[in-house]
């Protein structure tokens, strides 16, 4: 069973990135990659994905405020983010882990098991 995911990231190059990385690892259907929160927001309220990848920094909505913004239907999220003093803040019951930039596809598989085994878990 494959899980589904998005990605948010206002930069290109880091979208592509985590694409890349998600498409070859074996438990994870990306679903769309999204340049800002608010249309992903949206997405997640119709397509109700297991995981997003967000950046935390983006203009408009912070990666930090989609927790509260979709609440009881917010989905498990793994935050990648180039500013390491986020990486002590996203905290909270769907966050599975705070990754920062650059990423390496060691460090992001091993987030993706976590997730894959909570997902197990609630499934």
């Known amino acids: 069973m494959k899980f589904t995911c998005i990605i948010i990231d206002d930069e290109p190059a880091g979208r592509q990135l985590i694409e890349?990385?998600?498409t070859?690892?074996?438990d994870y259907k990306l679903l769309k990659s999204f340049e800002?929160?608010?249309s992903a927001i949206e997405f997640v309220k119709r397509?109700?994905?297991d995981l997003i990848l967000s950046d935390?920094?983006?203009p408009k909505i912070s990666g930090l405020?989609?927790?509260d913004i979709l609440d009881n239907d917010c989905p498990?999220?793994?935050y990648i983010t180039g500013n390491p003093r986020y990486l002590q803040i996203a905290k909270g019951d769907k966050i599975i882990d705070s990754l920062l930039k650059p990423l390496s596809f060691e460090v992001l598989s091993k987030s993706l098991e976590k997730s894959?085994?909570?997902l197990k878990q609630l499934k």
Request: a negative charge; charged letters at 30%.
């Open 20 to 22: 890349k990385h998600i």
């Open 24 to 26: 070859s690892h074996p």
């Open 36 to 38: 800002d929160a608010g």
């Open 47 to 49: 397509e109700a994905p």
């Open 56 to 58: 935390i920094d983006m």
């Open 65 to 67: 405020e989609i927790p």
């Open 76 to 78: 498990l999220i793994i």
């Open 116 to 118: 894959t085994k909570r």
